[in-house]
């Protein structure tokens, strides 16, 4: 299994050697370090890597954080659910990849604030004439009185809220590009986030 830490950069297209234009993602792959190694035999019960990357002042890291990553700083922490072979301190790079690999990334989607339901979950709004003022992007009923849930507002209704920063998987993504030299990686497709998002990408 094969992962790293990765930040998006935006999206571009990329010619093959068939002439064919494909949609690609940039993906800013700096080196990360294992902080972590644990085992199935161990006192955590499961196989995983645990890896940081980027740096952050340690004067905003917690005690417990710095403890654990002897005093260094990383921006982030990640694990990977993977028995492969690592050690504390080795470092992993771009060049764990190789064009033509399949993998999934995983990440947060744009946070877009409070929004309706019409927006936040598609829903039609009510009619436009007979008598409606003010209820077109409305929810409409959300049960009580007696009605299915007895007096009470269903749990799980889809109502208004904040939409957005849901964490999503994009499987079946071609590695088109790898740049060891500049950390970067191009993979096929849109993956979810803004630009700077942080992403998690595995080989599938």
């Given at each position: ?51 940081g990357q980027g740096v952050r002042r340690t ?74 003022k003010h209820t077109e992007r409305s929810p ?65």
């Open positions: 299994m094969k992962f790293i830490l990765a930040t998006k950069e935006g999206m571009t297209r990329i010619f093959g050697e068939d002439g064919v234009a494909r949609a690609g993602t940039i993906l800013a792959a700096d080196p990360v370090t294992v902080t972590q190694v644990k085992t199935a035999a161990g006192k955590d019960g499961y196989a995983a890597v645990q890896v004067k905003n890291i917690s005690k417990p954080v710095l403890g654990h990553t002897k005093g260094k700083g990383y921006e982030a922490i990640r694990e990977f659910r993977t028995d492969a072979a690592a050690e504390v301190g080795a470092t992993i790079d771009a060049s764990v990849f190789a064009v033509g690999d399949t993998v999934q990334v995983s990440g947060l989607t744009k946070g877009k604030g409070f929004a309706g339901v019409v927006k936040r979950h598609g829903f039609h709004g009510g009619p436009r004439t007979h008598g409606q409409g009923s959300i049960g009580g009185s007696g009605g299915r849930a007895g007096g009470r507002v269903a749990k799980g209704m889809r109502m208004a809220g904040r939409t957005g920063t849901d964490r999503v998987t994009v499987t079946n993504l071609k590695v088109l590009v790898v740049d060891v030299a500049a950390g970067r990686i191009i993979v096929s497709g849109a993956v979810p986030g803004r630009r700077g998002t942080l992403l998690e990408v595995v080989s599938a």
